[in-house]
């Protein structure tokens, strides 16, 4: 194959591939074995084999191609003139009409420090094993800012380890301000914003601690918490409404195909799996368990290949309610999009997997949501044993405690804070049936939604009983 039809290979060429290229050796042959990344018609990346060695080739195709590879390149180069850990480039070229391609010394046994942190992130926040891995991005991060460099697209990916020894990779992110001299601090605070706000939100309260595994290996700045903070929450705000742009979108997240008589999304790890779900949704849907059904929704949980699922369909119960339907976004999608901000958030919903509404010449009929099942009892029947006592475990008064205090800081409010609404997940509570939860632009806006969902929260246990005194001081009747 030449390297420029591979910008019509689609998302998953058939592998093993055989690609025609040429450097100053002469042409020839390099056999692609499997795909790392992929970006359909413009980047391919994987493992292969160029000249009888091993090597990770970054292919570059499409019409953009020449400024992607002469990004790649100059990042590459800066990283390796000021000495600072990356794999070497074994070879690369850009041919008009082909394409572009960089070959790099593969990393035998390296994993990122994504899988690292992976690994870690279940243990309570600020775990020794947490920390080693982010004290190692963090410390990473100082070298390239001592030396003048930032990586624009800063995230644990790009940071591999092998044998102990730490390699930056990704050079298309990689900016300069003025090699060899320290970066400037305002520019230290921007990218160290990019880092911090990706971390989960549990460890906010750490940001000042994990910060002395910058300044161990780059304390040219004062670094103002306040200004930092600030920077976070920026950046924090854009990560999500870049996020929920993309749940509607074909990208590398989600497969999405929109058409006058359908809109489907699914998770892109679960396509497999999730395509015959939608395909016999209705015959499922009767066949499993049914939590409700008729009227507006019928939710069932259903067991497919052995995983237990639900479904929710929402339906159309005659002329005059798809007349109030039809022209705008279901009930589906909004649960499918509010999930999705819950699971960005790390607020514990059941992870929504695919969502399908069905349309005719794109006027909007039934849809279906489906989520992964969740086993644990709704706080009804968990806390069913203390409403007389109000001697509730504390560890899931706690549970309760930071939950709300999730909601307040994101403000976002459920619209229906029934207890049935929340489930015991091990450690924490998770809320499902989210066709009317919101996250609010505003304080004045959030206020009286709060305290609705506070005042109908309250309302699962009656006022005399001592299990309502207990919960009823410890949640925040105010907000702001």
Partial sequence: M?????????????????????????????QLLSLLRVLPGQRYVGAAVWRGRPVLAKLLVGRKAARHFQRELKGVRLLAEQGLTTPLLLADGLQEGEGGWLLFEFLEGADS???????????PPLADEQQAVLAEALGAIAQMHAKGLWQEDLHLDNLLRQDGKLYLIDGAGICVEEAGKPLSRSRVLENLGVFFAQL??????????????YLLSNGEHALPMEALQKQVHKVSV?????????VGRECTLFSVMRGPFALRAIRREEEAAMLPVLAQADALLDQ?????????????????????LV???????????????FWRPSRAWHSWREGNRLVFLGIATPKPLALLEKRFLWLRSRAYLVTEYLPGPDIIERFAPYVERGDAPEAELVALDDLFAELIRERIS?????????????????????DSMCQHGS???????????RARFMRNWSESSALHRVIDQRVPKEVG
């Fill in 200 to 213: 989960p939100k549990n460890l906010e309260p750490f940001t000042e601690e994990l910060l002395v595994h």
């Fill in 238 to 246: 854009w990560r999500l409404k870049d996020f929920l742009s993309k």
């Fill in 414 to 434: 459920h619209g229906d804070f029934k207890g049935h609404n929340l489930f015991w997940q091990g450690d924490r509570w998770a809320m499902i049936d989210l």
């Fill in 288 to 308: 499993g368990h049914l939590y409700k059904t008729g009227g507006a929704a019928s939710v069932a949980k259903v067991e497919v290949a052995g995983r237990p």
């Fill in 311 to 325: 479904i929710k369909r929402y339906n159309i119960k005659g002329f005059a309610h798809w007349l109030k339907r």
């Fill in 2 to 30: 030449r390297l420029s039809e591979l910008k019509n290979a689609g998302r998953t060429p058939s592998l093993p591939l055989s690609i025609e290229l040429a450097d100053a050796a002469g042409p020839g042959q390099l």
């Fill in 443 to 453: 304080l004045s806006s959030f206020a009286p939604a709060y305290a609705k969902d």
């Fill in 113 to 123: 420090l994504a899988d690292a942190w992976h690994a870690v992130e279940g243990l």
